[in-house]
């Protein structure tokens, strides 16, 4: 098994490089790569340490010290590393020629090939399968990259930075250079060679640097890429405005690949892209797809800043650049979109990812102390986690505070490799405060519970509210179970009257709204307050905590009703839909509206609220509308949880609302209906009429199939976005019969030169939730548009049903579990990061029932049995397993 790396045993690198020379000659099959290396020793290392560069099944063709081969027994060198002995403890240069085989890399790490496209992927640990290397990121280099290829082959060549000069070499081939003058780590490496499409545009910076901005895609795709490439001007023009950070070089470029084990790689000056994350279209491309490519190209861009400019030490410090990256990349969004519905479903993507994570044999502290395999680390914890932290420090410091803060942050580390530590010293310095207590956020894993309590006194006059947290204990491979302490959380609240309007009560420690609790208990004493208001806690999701809060029925109701706070008006709804739905799963749940009349508040108070409001806001609307989803509702359940039980109390509801608001949704399908020939926006507003009514459609279906399906069809037909299209297709695929067949089958006739599209075709009928899935989705492994080879496809269909689909994936009769162990193996000895990643739908083993819980840990057990098992994959099933 991978050895263990952990954060106590950081050191300084022994040596350094300050200069990269890379000489790239591709081959399809036989790379040719020479790099240029001046190194010396770190004057914080160890004097006369043996230099030990890192490399991954590589070739060494040739090596020079100075100029001179090296002496017999001064290296050692094998695929995983090359050692000099004894270096000399002065400035030198090692020239180092290596042979590598792009086409056969099918890890898509280091050098690969993606549809004939030469690309490259250095994070985490990428760089050492190009050449031998210090493959660390505190080891930072300027670099110069010639890249050289067949000219019909390879007709654009891209490297990192700016373009400094091209021309020919020889007949067939030609070469560019490009110069990166700002220092950087290897992950940040990047090159591309291929035969691409292009559009481009200007922008000029607020130092009045001329950029130009391009994104590279498959020839004839073209159109598709405007809309990623103005995500990229906006993104630009956004941070200048909101963070006061301008891009630094002349060129910026994009790359979309179909083969990419991620979303994107922000690469300094060359960010590599999954083409899912570029390529849009009206006709290809759901809203849904437009908000992700404009977050993951704003994402990526705004690493520049937080990860290119400002490191990481160690991999340790991963949040550090992307919890920092994922706040900004929100803020982008919300700003661009509309806020409070963006932070809906910021929270809904954390409850249904990172707080299984926390919950499970998986979690990890935001910033881990230990791990065997890094790559098993980009995880929901370090990004969505890890952004939250980012927001919290926000709230308790203030805006301007933050603002200075992250200003001190980026100019103290500039072009350094930096910590957690270093991040928090900055907003301390700004705002004088102790930020010690704070910074255990970073270390303690799970999620919080904070437990509130509410009192109303009529004779004092006064309302108290107290707050009890408690955080789990949780043993790592790295640490045993300490006792967590407490955490500082900034609860944002305010005070509500029962029949609306806000109540002007007083309490000391609530400063602009946020009262900090910061210890395991406290109670806050609002003076003044008349009559019983009901409390709204937590308002805008002010920590990533799970609260539990014994408001009545009708003070729920009051929330959802006049609350000023869009987040907590949209909570109050879905705790009402989730008592529902938890009181029938745990009863069995019966299939059938005759389950009983506890929806019925719930679908009154909807009816109110959408004869009052869901034309103004149709995006707010539709979440309100929408239940809270399978997995949110098997971790509130906790333990020996039935997924088929889950999903008929949610069937029901379901059933009840659409029954109940029927006429109503049908009303605002009609009122939101496009006219005909209406031009095509991407705008959030647009976006959210198209989700309204596609949710009204949805629950419609669901009380009425008969007719849901006829609505579908027809909308199927009439669909002028993918949106609509894709809407309509999930409706009907829900109904079992040849309507269902037949509209599956034209639509995968009709897209299948889409790759793309064909995704989110096999990702619909993975997700049915139906005993006749499993075989399905075999047959979809067979189709000649799916391939093990090609991460987005294994991720469409079969992490689709892995993860997406609970009633299948937890077959009693444990074929679910087979399937998915099955394809981890298959995959293993290709992609062990997507196999590893695909492994992680095992997470919830231990919440199920005991029959299926016997049966999943039969299937991981033999995953972990496995001989040959990839690190990736043999750390997840052994920490799921511990
Ligand atoms: N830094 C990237 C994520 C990323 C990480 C590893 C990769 O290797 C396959 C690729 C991308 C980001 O945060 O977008
Ligand atoms: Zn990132």
Redesign the pocket.
Known sequence: MQSIVRLADYRPSDYLIDRVDLDVRLHPTETRVTATLALRPNPGGEPGAPLRLDGDELTLLAIALDGQPTGPGAIDVTPRALTLHQPPQRPFVLEIETQVNPSANTK??GLYRSNGVYCT?C??D?FRRITYFLDRPDVMAVYTTRIEGNREAAPVLLGNGNLVERGEAGPERHYAVWHDPHPKPAYLFALVGGRLGRVAARFTTMEGRDVEIAVYVEPGKEGRADFALDAVARSMAWDERTFGRAYDLDVFNVVAVSDF??????NKGLNIFNDKYVLASPDTATDADYANIEA?IA??YF?NWS?NRVTCRDWFQLCLK?GL?VFRDQEFSSDERSRPVHRIAEVRTLRARQFPEDAGPLAHPVRPQAYREI?NF?TATVYEKGAEIVRMLRTLLGPETFRRGMDRYFSTCDGTAATVEDFLAAFAAESGRDLATFARWYAQAGTPTVAVTGAHDPAARTYSLTFRQSLPRIATEASAAAAPEPLVIPVVLGLVAPAGGAVAARAERVRDGVFVLDRAEDTLVFTEVATAPVPSVFRGFSAPVKVEHALTRDERLALLAHDSDAFNRWQAAQSLAMEVLVARARAGAPLGPEAGPEGAGLTAALATFLDAEALADPAFAALVLTLPGEQEVAQAIGAEVDPDAIWRARQTLRVQLGRDLGSRLLGLRDALAEPPGAPFSPDAASAGRRSLRNAALDLVAAADPEAGIALAIAQLDAAATMTDRLAALAVVSLVPGEAREAALARFGEAYRHEPLVLDKWFALQAMIPEAGTLERVRGLMRHPAFSLGNPNRVRSLVASFSLNNPTQFHRPDGAGYDLAAEVVLALDGKNP?VAARLLTAFNTWRMVEDGRRRRAESALRRVAGTPGLSPDVSDIAGRSLA
Do not use: P
């Open positions: 898509l790490m992927q994070e985490a990428g084990n991620m979303g994107a790689m922000e993951i994402h990526e690493h990860g992307e990256t790559n980009y990061q």
